[in-house]
């Protein structure tokens, strides 16, 4: 009787196509997503955008922009930077992941030479450029760092003898051509790091997630909701109601409406608690938020009824819906921030209604983007909610005729 009992749940597995892929393809294709992400962050190349601006027109710091772009853990974006702001304002923007710019001579122990700008929500990039920065002027630039060691003790013991002087030149000379292997690994009071707008990083980082959580539990509730529609397909209620003046589209527009609805309270509700216990001021722009929530509940509930009135079961439904809410928060910045995903990722998730509504929710309340810089999100997450629904209305009428 187990035996039978095993047959028989084997064989319904092996018919039903949805929990084949639920179960066989899913969990594999989320491992490599998140093995793709942090395997990333641990290998030489990392694919952080970095811009920089040259404020120092000596062959050492030529040098050292020359370091940077051949370096593999870097990916510069476009030519050099005239000044700080443009630098500043490309970090702000998303454009780039990070701002490095060198502003004085490595050699100047009075200030460190090297900046790097970054984002409060972003402050691990920050260190980690850090790091990799001192460790590359360690590694290619060794004489640099001499220099820099012997004004530092200049200024202790006052003056050398021409003796001494002709031996650090010499030392000097020497270490410009040492291997990497032989190079020091650290050069300390190089690298300053300083964030870009307000210092909270915890702000930002509460604004990031109040996007990344609202269209997250939107694609969710929306599927969900919308699985109706099968068992009213499978009862007849569809049938009778399309006899009317308005046909299967009545369902089907009355089903956008109502998630549409309900996903604006949804993201209301997150965001209320959002600004009462965390300050993320929502009021202040209260228009911008709710264009931006209609557009994204609209996107999320057009999904969701393509998808749904394109499954024959519910059971099929479920696990369709479970799928594209999966793969695209997992690439769309939900679980993970994009900039830690390596490019092709990146570049997945940039057609996601996931990276759309993070992107419109943080640009409106931490980089203060007015209506013309999130009008490409928001016109996304329209479209998607017109092919979406568009899709439905002729599957719906399709069906019809059999």
Not at 164 to 183: C, D, Y
Not at 316 to 332: D, E, H, K, R, Y
Not at 351 to 372: D, H, K
Request: charge should be neutral; proline fraction near 4%; aromatic fraction near 6%.
């Amino acid at each position: 009787m187990i035996l039978a009992m095993l047959r028989v749940m084997t064989l319904g597995l092996l018919r039903d196509r949805g929990a084949l892929v639920l179960a066989f393809v899913l969990p594999p294709a989320i491992f490599v997503i998140f093995a793709s992400i942090f395997s990333g962050t641990t290998s030489d190349k990392l694919d952080l955008k970095i811009a920089i601006a040259n404020l120092s027109s000596t062959p050492a710091s030529q040098r050292l922009e020359e370091a940077l772009r051949k370096e593999p853990a870097f990916e510069v974006i476009g030519a050099l930077r005239l000044n700080r702001a443009e630098v500043e304002s490309l970090v702000k923007q998303g454009a780039a992941d990070v701002g490095l710019v060198i502003r004085g001579e490595i050699d100047d122990t009075g200030a460190a030479p090297l900046e790097v700008l970054v984002e409060p929500s972003k402050l691990m990039v920050g260190s980690i450029v850090s790091g990799r920065v001192q460790e590359l002027v360690a590694r290619r630039l060794p004489d640099l760092l001499l220099s820099r060691t012997a004004i530092t003790l200049k200024r202790v013991v006052r003056t050398f003898t021409p003796e001494q002087s002709a031996r650090l030149a010499a030392a000097i000379e020497a270490a410009a051509l040492v291997s990497e292997p032989q190079a020091a690994t650290h050069a300390p009071g190089l690298v300053t790091t300083a964030s870009v707008g307000s210092s909270e990083s915890s702000g930002a980082t509460v604004t990031y997630y109040a996007g990344a959580v609202a269209i997250l539990f939107l694609l969710f509730a929306s599927l969900q909701s919308a699985a109706i529609l099968i068992e009213e397909r499978n009862t007849g209620i569809i049938d009778r109601i399309a006899i009317g003046p308005g046909g299967s589209a009545v369902v089907v527009l009355g089903k956008l409406m109502f998630l549409t609805v309900q996903g604006i309270m949804q993201v209301g509700l997150i965001f209320i608690v959002a600004q009462l216990m965390y300050e993320v001021d929502v009021t202040r722009r209260l228009d911008l938020w709710m264009l931006i929530t209609v557009a994204a509940a609209l996107g999320a509930s057009g999904l969701a009824l393509a998808v749904v009135t394109a499954c024959t079961t519910k059971q099929q439904a479920q696990t369709v819906s479970t799928f594209v809410v999966l793969i695209c928060s997992a690439v769309g910045g939900s679980m993970v921030p994009r900039f830690m995903m390596p490019e092709f990722l990146q570049t997945i998730g940039r057609f996601t209604p996931n990276t759309w509504a993070i992107e419109a929710y943080y640009g409106v309340f931490w980089r203060q983007e007015t209506l013309s810089d999130v009008i490409p999100e928001i016109v996304s997450l329209v479209a998607m909610a017109v092919v979406g629904t568009a899709c439905a209305l002729v599957v719906s009428r399709r069906r019809l005729r059999f």
